[in-house]
Structure formats: structure tokens, C-alpha cells
């Protein structure tokens, strides 16, 4: 069962069609399923390649431009790189962690805001993880 996406002319939406058979799909006879419109443009799906934890940890480590600048101890490499690392493992980051992305990338050294944040550098066991350390 092939499912085509759609431009629909009629509400403006980018929509998803599902066809029972293939030659339901060749006749191209389909409705959009918001408004039932007619007027469709079939587009280009997007494909997406699903990747393990593991495959996608190692891709970033293989990116050096993601790399650059964290061992110049660069404020913003650092707050980019850890970003790109919630994207990529699914994990939000908190209202406390985006201050400090935030503050890093505005520039300010990692010791300076763990001196103005005592909490933030606090692990989940009460134990000092220290930005510094990062």
C-alpha cells in the first residue's frame, strides 16, 4: 500500500495519501484528506534513514566541524557541541541548561557561570559534575 504526499492547492497543506493498490495510485485519482480537495501536486517524499544511538554518536565524533574548537576550550563550540548532542540523543535539555548554552554562547567561560550557578554543576547524586569540567 503506497502512500504519496501531496501539495494541496485547495487548503495550502502539505498531506499524505494512502492508496489501497498500486493501481488505485497510478490512476491518480485522490482527494486531499483535510478538505477533500481535488487540486493536489504530488511532491517529493522526504526520506528518512533511520540511524541506532550508537551510528549517530559515531557520526558526530566523526564531524570535526563539530569537534572544532572544544580543545581551544571555545565557549560556543562548547555550547554548540552540547546542543547537537540533545538533538541527536532525543534528551531536552532543562530551563537551567539552556541558561548556561545560552551564557556560553554569549561567551562566558564555563567557570564563570558554574561560580554563579552553584546547581547547575551538581549531578543527579548531589555530586559536583562541574562545568569546568566539561
Known sequence: M??????????KKRVSV???????????????????GQRLRR??????VLRSEE???????????LLSGLEQEVPRALA???RKMSDETGEP?????????????SGESPESI???????????D????GLGEL
Not at 491518480?28 to 477533500?36: E, I, M, N, Q, R
Open 2 to 11: 503506497p502512500i504519496y504526499e501531496y501539495f494541496c492547492f485547495d487548503c
Open 43 to 48: 511532491l517529493m517524499s522526504r526520506l528518512r
Open 18 to 36: 494512502l492508496f489501497r493498490t498500486m493501481a488505485e495510485a497510478d490512476a491518480g485519482a485522490s482527494a486531499c484528506p483535510d478538505c477533500a
Open 93 to 105: 535539555l532543562d530551563d537551567e541548561m539552556n541558561e548556561v548554552m545560552d551564557r556560553l554562547d
Open 55 to 65: 551510528n549517530r554518536i559515531e557520526s558526530m565524533a566523526e564531524d570535526s566541524s
Open 114 to 124: 558554574e561560580s554563579s550557578m552553584p546547581e547547575a554543576g551538581e549531578g543527579d
Open 80 to 82: 554548540h557541541f552540547m
Open 126 to 129: 548531589g555530586g559536583a559534575s
